[in-house]
């Protein structure tokens, strides 16, 4: 695929990455004000208080995202230049699928799992539900597996270094929620609240 004018400047591509990241943290928040509305009447996670942490944003959490943005802002920019002159032109689109579809799966993920929050009170959900945090973490590694297949076929389909940029960033957070998953099932519950970064 021909680098268009989306990737000619770092501009489009860091903009359009901030964009979905701060609807990634709003998703979240959201989903966790959802949670805290249920009460606990259909569905209950062994580790609740993760929810209460994105809900309030507290200053450990409000500094992990600020962080990672500031670092994710300057990786592209750093490639971007890179790619000018040191680095194939493709280094640029590669990093930038990563970065971009990567969060675009976590945001599609989390979407998902607000829909069903706030849907359960209006469908009229009957019995309770009890997630592990480890399962939870599984199945998010599960979504990542599927999009990185999905991102691999168009990549080999379209010769795209952007789609593939995707499927391995893809294919790195789901080794990365499988690891937290096996953490999670070792540990008490009430340890949680010491892990960074959402789900």
């Known amino acids: 695929m021909e680098a268009g004018w989306f990737f000619r400047s770092c501009i489009p591509g860091v903009t359009v990455w901030v964009a979905l990241y701060a609807t ?6 959201a989903a966790a004000r959802a949670y805290r509305a249920l009460g606990g009447r259909w569905m209950i ?4 208080e993760e929810y209460v942490r994105y809900e309030r944003l507290d200053a450990p959490l409000s500094k992990y995202y600020a962080t990672h943005c500031v670092w994710g802002i300057l990786w592209l920019v750093i490639v971007w230049g890179a790619s000018r002159d040191l680095l ?4 640029y689109q590669f990093a930038l699928g990563g970065s971009i579809l990567g969060h675009l799966a976590a945001l599609l993920s ?3 799992g607000l829909y069903v929050l706030r849907s359960l009170p209006i469908y009229g959900a009957q019995g309770k539900l009890t997630y592990p945090r480890h399962a939870m973490l599984r199945q998010a590694a599960v979504d990542r597996l599927l999009y990185a297949l999905m ?3 168009c990549a080999g389909t379209l010769h795209s270094w952007f789609l593939m940029g995707g499927c391995l ?6 080794r990365e ?3 937290q998953a ?3 099932q070792l540990e008490p519950a009430v340890e949680s609240t010491s892990r960074k970064g959402p789900p």
């Open 24 to 29: 990634n943290i709003w998703v979240v928040g």
């Open 45 to 48: 996670y062994s580790s609740p």
């Open 88 to 91: 194939p032109a493709s280094a």
């Open 110 to 112: 989390r979407t998902r």
């Open 151 to 153: 991102f691999l076929l």
């Open 169 to 174: 960033f893809c294919v790195w957070h789901a």
């Open 177 to 179: 929620l499988h690891r």
């Open 182 to 184: 096996k953490a999670y």
